[in-house]
């Protein structure tokens, strides 16, 4: 009878790590709050060059499709779209996953498969004016994301 006890007090302070691991790593990240109002999100140096890169390389996809529309450059538009959709979130780290909040999660993975399901309607709609609404609604998750985080590295301790 003692065993069983021992057993689910363990298993119940088991349970309690694990939903605390959990939260910690999958749903809040690290955070804090930031003196303007956003979430700071706390990373180590090459993590936060990491999701900076990758913000650059969705601004620089941006401007790539909106020069190819007016071309109507379907190839172009297709190219850019897919140089970030979901294959290029496979670079990051889990680690660095671990790190970030669950909102700001979503926003990013949307944001991939927004690119992915605007290369696929450029190739098969060809349609610049229906390109250039996607790249409206895309970038409203761009907006979000700047107006609710910004990303910092931890403060030098002395």
């Not at 913000?55 to 401007?63: A, E, K, V």
């Not at 790539?64 to 109507?72: H, V, Y």
């Not at 970038?139 to 979000?144: I, L, P, S």
Request: glycine share 6%; hydrophobic share 45%; proline share 4%.
């Amino acid at each position: 009878m003692k065993s069983c006890k021992l057993s689910w007090s363990v298993s119940g302070v088991l349970l309690l790590v694990v939903i605390g691991m959990a939260y910690k790593f999958i749903l809040s990240g690290s955070v804090a709050p930031a003196t303007d109002g956003r979430q700071s999100i706390v990373l180590e140096s090459g993590e936060r060059d990491l999701v900076l890169t990758e913000m650059r390389m969705f601004l620089s996809s941006l401007q790539r499709i909106t020069a190819a529309l007016p071309k109507e450059d379907m190839p172009q538009v297709i190219e850019a779209a897919r140089a970030v959709g979901a294959a290029a979130q496979q670079a990051v780290p889990g680690s660095l996953m671990g790190k970030l909040p669950l909102e700001f999660k979503k926003l990013g993975f949307d944001t991939h498969k927004r690119f992915d399901l605007l290369a696929l309607d450029a190739e098969s709609l060809g349609d610049p004016q229906h390109i250039l609404q996607q790249l409206a609604e895309l970038t409203q998750n761009c907006v979000a994301c700047h107006a609710a985080y910004r990303i910092d590295v931890p403060a030098m301790t002395k």
